[in-house]
């Protein structure tokens, strides 16, 4: 009587890892279909938009105006350009240093000439500039919310201008906006704890 063979074990695939795989997929095809989506009208408003976001730009304009107002709109500049900070430093010297996603191939994906913004060097998870725009406009909204809408609304298109231009995945702009409302929640606190220890 011949023995039966003993069956190869089938090597079992780690699900946390699926998951990823399964999240990047998703990823790369959402950035593939933006590229591949004509939006002549809209090319240059995003490009435009997007530099002018570098550095925080439009954020510091916007609480340079708050700031000369006294009460709610001087605090929420305040929480907001200390929200900015804490969101720019974590992007950057944490996220960006211990990630190290490479940039999206803009070429291969054949993004059109006209959305193009400088391609950064720096590494492309999170999205500093989604990450700084919504810390801003969260820390304003809630100190001062009759900023919160129109300030929620530009976060959202800086950050979507990022994937537009080219240089973001979304994957990117998800994980910016999420630590941009922690950042946030961070300044809020340091600017409550302030302002109690200013009224004892």
């Known amino acids: 009587m011949t023995p039966t063979p003993t069956p190869t074990p089938t090597p079992t695939t780690n699900p946390v890892r699926a998951v990823f795989r399964d999240l990047r997929a998703i990823d790369g095809a959402v950035y593939a279909a933006v590229a591949a989506t004509p939006t002549p009208t809209l090319d240059t408003g995003f490009r435009r938009l997007s530099g002018a976001a570098n550095h925080s730009k439009i ?38 240093r211990l990630v190290r996603r490479p940039r999206p191939d803009r070429e291969a994906a054949r993004v059109v000439v006209s959305r193009h913004v400088p391609m950064p060097d720096s590494a492309s998870f999170p999205s500093g500039h989604t ?6 406009a969260t820390a304003v909204g809630v100190v001062f919310p009759p900023a919160a809408v129109p300030l929620q609304v530009l976060a959202m298109a800086v950050g979507y201008s990022r994937v537009h231009t080219g240089v973001h995945y979304p994957g990117d702009v998800a994980a910016g906006a999420v630590l941009g409302i922690a950042s946030a929640a961070v300044s809020l606190t340091a600017v409550a704890s302030l302002t109690a220890a200013r009224g004892k």
């Open 131 to 136: 990450a700084s725009a919504v810390a801003f």
């Open 59 to 96: 954020s510091f304009t916007v609480a340079a105006g708050l700031a000369l107002v006294p009460g709610a709109p001087r605090r929420a500049a305040l929480a907001g350009i200390g929200a900015v900070a804490v969101a720019s430093a974590s992007a950057n010297l944490l996220g960006k």
